[in-house]
């Protein structure tokens, strides 16, 4: 199975700031590779795939890259609807897997 | 507008049997490969399994911690996909998603909202 390791699992930032969170494979998983918001009690929610394809209707604040086995997503500027988890995917090969998950939270 | 809406979940006991289903609309649902997703309270996302669609013959994966015990199908003419779950323990209480993907190398690109399933005595 394909282990996908996000880091840090949680976070404290201010409104603004720069954030990156991290997603490595166990192995290579080309660009196959999908990161999702999701809030309390909601449904998660795609926000990049393909490593740094920007689902329509996403703010350009959020970027994705990488391939092989490191990736990032960056929020440029962190804005007030930001705060929740973020879980990196792969969907290169099965069992389809996915990160720990990392909660931003507020500082 | 893409809906995925779940229903059936509840509380079962060890042991015991649920079928959950998931309605789709506002999009080619036929079209599309289906896939369950669970999340244990105050834990991350864990994949279930997949139904591929008609001209991949329906074919299946699934996760090996539901595999013999699990079983997913669909019914393209209510645009409906179901989980049969069998054999319950309570290591599988939690929120069932359903999620569409577009293909074999494709993100789950629609969820719906998810149903909860508590396995308890």
């Known amino acids: 199975d394909i282990q996908m390791t996000q880091s840090p699992s949680s976070l404290s930032a201010s409104v603004g700031d720069r954030v990156t969170i991290t997603c490595r494979a166990s192995?290579?998983?080309?660009?196959?590779l999908a990161w999702y918001q999701q809030k309390a009690g909601k449904a998660p929610k795609v926000m990049i795939y393909k490593a740094s394809t920007l689902e329509s209707g996403v703010p350009s604040r959020f970027s994705g890259s990488g391939s092989g086995t490191e990736f990032t997503l960056t929020i440029s500027s962190l804005q007030p609807d930001d705060f929740a988890t973020y879980y990196c995917q792969q969907y290169n090969d099965y069992p389809l897997t996915f990160g720990g998950g990392t909660k931003v939270g507020i500082k | 507008e893409v809906q995925l809406v779940e229903s059936g979940g509840g509380l079962v006991q060890p042991g015991g049997s649920l079928r959950l289903s998931c309605a789709a609309s506002?999009?080619?649902?036929?079209?599309?490969?289906m896939d369950w997703v669970r999340q244990a309270p105050g834990k991350g996302l864990e994949w279930v399994g997949r139904?591929?669609?008609?001209?991949?013959?329906?074919?299946?994966e699934y996760a090996a911690s539901v595999k013999g015990r699990f079983t997913i199908s669909r019914d393209d003419s209510k645009n409906s996909l179901y989980l049969q779950m069998n054999s319950l323990k309570t290591e599988d209480t939690a929120v069932y998603y359903c999620?569409?993907?577009?293909?074999?190398?494709?993100?789950?690109?629609?969820w719906g909202q998810g149903t909860l399933v508590t396995v308890s005595s």
């Open positions: 139904i591929r669609k008609k001209t991949n013959s329906y074919s299946t």
């Open positions: 192995q290579s998983i080309s660009s196959r």
């Open positions: 506002g999009f080619s649902f036929s079209d599309h490969y």
């Open positions: 999620a569409s993907a577009s293909g074999s190398y494709s993100h789950f690109d629609h």
